[in-house]
């Protein structure tokens, strides 16, 4: 009988030290396993960021997204009646430090669309920016990426 016992609180010990070790290793599994996900809400204004009045400052609802990486469309997303728009990227298609660096945010719906007094060609491009990580659960995390800021491209 004290061998049993001897045998059981071994084991646990090796579990209890082990443990460390595991959550290390789904800690780089959940790091592999974490989703990109860039958003932001889109401005009905000559730039498309907010204006100096703040939440006065119209949505651009209904506007096409493109994420474009080295000059290709890899995924698009629509604003919603709230101007916001979501893309999600499968980390095993894509590296994050590659597409903060090699690829932007382009909306080719022209302005007019939203308000008659702005161009009715041309669009908006914004570079991206990083700005940290959610976990969800034990496994998942998801890099959270907004525009840095848009800029009329004639």
Sequence with gaps: M????????????AAIL????AEAQL?????LLGLIRIQGTLFCTADGNMG????????????????????NVVSTSITNGSGMFSILLDPLNYILS?????CNL???TPL??????LPAVDGLLS?????????LGALLSVANIIPAGFRFVP
């Design 27 to 31: 800690g780089l599994i959940g790091g």
């Design 112 to 117: 007019i669309s939203c308000n008659s007094s």
């Design 52 to 71: 100096a009045n703040g939440t006065a400052t119209p949505v651009f609802p209904n506007a096409l997204v493109q994420l474009q990486c080295g000059g």
């Design 98 to 102: 590659s597409v903060l660096s090699d």
């Design 2 to 13: 004290a061998f049993k016992t001897f045998l059981f609180v071994s084991l646990v010990i």
């Design 106 to 108: 382009k909306v080719d």
């Design 127 to 135: 570079p991206l920016r990083f700005i940290g990580n959610t976990a």
């Design 18 to 21: 082990a443990a460390p070790v």
